[in-house]
């Protein structure tokens, strides 16, 4: 194999795990001169069909249903893990004793702990690790945190946080593992607050104190036929039903280390916005928002001392800002959500090929999972709670 080529497993061929495939494949085309070739050496999912049908699609070079073939396999150098949560823990364990290098989906854990389970045995392993955040990654996200880091907002005092997607908002929506305890864990905790909790965090830095409650709405679903359909897909009134077993909604209220109050909140039921992952930034100079469903803008406010363009001004995404070149040349040509994923999988490869390690890894994940406990302790305590450190030696 040469130097320059990562032989990659995915361990989950959903849309998520197609979505990674992608990434992969397209670093190449988009990061020319980053010298990184990705290759797709095996892929796995526990739906036999679903593995050929990738292995044909994406170009993989063997598929199968044992995800241990992915970690035995001797080419693969990064295992992607893109399966419902409840293997994450089994699989980590493997893949670190292996010594390969590993991609988890957020929220690596079903919960805050077995979050920090598996932050420790990759850690003790001394193997790189990386995560799904890829919020992160819009161009005009790393253009806000870079006017936040260099003081252009001036003191931060206010953030808010929100993620409102549809996908639940259906009765009829199928009772995909994302609502079942057992094999998810948490609900939209884990599902999209952990995207709002990760923004903050990288944007406002960490988070003292919160309180939060958390609801569910939608109680019972229809039931999915396996290695169907999607989390979006539908039933029909009269099928068999099952009951949802973690929650639908979560907010809080926050303190952050620098001073500066916030709210977190997250639904999945709500009715309304589509996919909404949103935040807003006050600062004593300024003050930015950003929402995905517009991802190719931000509005950003910075008055001069004259006061004649007092208000927000629309900043337009274009290859001024951070990697929008590398997919569209000019002003106002838009990207979407792979193209996150693409700058997100060259940074990892990049990190990997580099041997250094890269940002957001599992010691990302597990600060967002340290908020998210104390949120826990909130929904039981009914009060305030401390975010305090989980991490295992």
Known sequence: MPENELGIGIIGMGWMGQVHARSYSLVRQRFPDADLEARLV????????????????????????????????????????????????????????????????????????????????????????????????????????????????????????????????????????RFDREISGYGVLGDIMAHVTDMALYLCGGVRRLVSNSHTFISERPLPIPGKGTHYSRGAPEDPKGAVSNEDYVGALVEFDNGARGSFEVSRSIFGPKNQMAFEVNGTAGALNWDFERMNELALYLPGEDGRHDGYMRLVGGDKYPFHGNFNPGDGSGLGYEDMKVIEAYHFLKAVAEGKAPTPDFGDALAVAEVHAAMIRSWASGGWEEVTSLRQE
């Not at 995800?67 to 409840?86: G, L």
């Not at 598996?118 to 995560?131: K, N």
């Not at 936040?148 to 199928?174: N, V, W």
């Open 42 to 177: 095996i892929c796995s999912d526990n739906v036999a069909e679903r593995a050929k049908s990738a292995r044909d699609r994406l170009d993989f070079e063997m598929a199968t249903t044992r995800w241990q073939d992915v970690i035995e396999h001797p080419a693969v150098r990064i295992v992607n893990i893109a399966t419902p949560n409840n293997l994450h823990v089994e699989i980590v364990r493997a893949a670190a004793a292996a010594g390969k290098h590993i991609f988890c989906e957020k929220p690596v854990g079903r919960g805050p702990e077995e979050t920090a389970r598996i932050e420790s045995l990759a850690r003790q392993a001394g193997v790189l690790t990386f995560v799904g955040f890829n919020y992160r990654w819009a161009p005009l996200v790393i253009h806000a945190k870079r006017l936040i880091d260099k003081g252009a907002l001036g003191e931060l005092t206010q953030y808010r946080g929100r993620f409102f997607s549809m996908y639940g908002s259906d009765p009829l929506g199928l009772l995909s593992w």
